[in-house]
């Protein structure tokens, strides 16, 4: 899944996208506050992690743009700001959690995930939809108890429609979330990658609406 990054230090932003990529994420970094209230406005992503103290425009003044644009995705603030007062406005304007720096990274990851579990409906960390079971922590997933050895970008997508239950993840869509960009030949390549998983997961797990996209299917025929 896409997570925005709004971090101007460039050290911790560079160590967050490193780690998000480790975690199985495909992460954008941005510097300063107009460009992620733009980004986050006009793209498409799973979660945002924001940094307060950004130059142009301050980190709670993005999110409340966000917020009154609609934007709903989940917001993790990360902020050398740790005073309780300041984590109320946060909370206030809208944002789903709060980490005070230093942080440690591990810590970070397990809350961004619990954030997307939570969205997508998700108690247990490892999802269960039809035959299919993906743990988010090993980054595993089994059929019916068989494991299946998944590369990275089969992870990717596997977990971008675990946490879209019951919808239709639409091609330009996926390729957001696995590539970071919308490409002409996405399609091609989407096409191969669903094919590659039907031969591991078998040929029934996911579902392809022509003209629309790709599902999981929830229930064992």
Not at 72 to 93: C, H, M, N, Y
Not at 192 to 206: E, F, M, Q, S, W
Request: with cysteine; proline share 4%; aromatic share 6%.
């Amino acid at each position: 899944m896409r997570i925005l990054i709004v971090e101007d230090d460039p050290d911790v932003g560079d160590d967050l996208a490193a780690a998000l990529t480790q975690a199985g994420f495909v992460a954008d970094v941005v510097r300063d506050g107009s460009t992620a209230w733009f980004q986050g406005d006009t793209e498409d992503y799973a979660a945002a992690i924001l940094d307060l103290g950004l130059p142009q425009l301050d980190g709670l003044s993005v999110l409340r743009r966000w917020r009154a644009n609609g934007r709903g995705f989940p917001v993790l603030i990360l902020s050398a700001r740790g005073d309780w007062t300041e984590k109320v406005e946060g909370i206030q304007a809208g944002a789903d959690d709060y980490m005070a720096k230093p942080f440690v990274m591990e810590e970070l990851v397990a809350r961004l995930r619990g954030l997307l579990r939570r969205v997508a409906g998700h108690i247990s960390p490892t999802i269960t939809i039809g035959k299919l079971a993906l743990d988010t922590v090993r980054m595993a997933a089994s059929v019916e108890g068989r494991a299946v050895s998944l590369s990275p970008l089969e992870y990717r997508f596997l977990d971008l429609l675990c946490h879209q239950p019951g919808r239709v993840a639409a091609t330009h869509l996926i390729a957001e979330h696995l590539y970071g960009t919308c490409e002409s030949d996405d399609t091609n390549a989407i096409e191969a990658l669903v094919t590659r998983l039907r031969r591991k997961v078998g040929p029934d797990i996911i579902t392809t609406r022509r003209g629309l996209g790709y599902a999981l299917v929830e229930e064992s025929a």
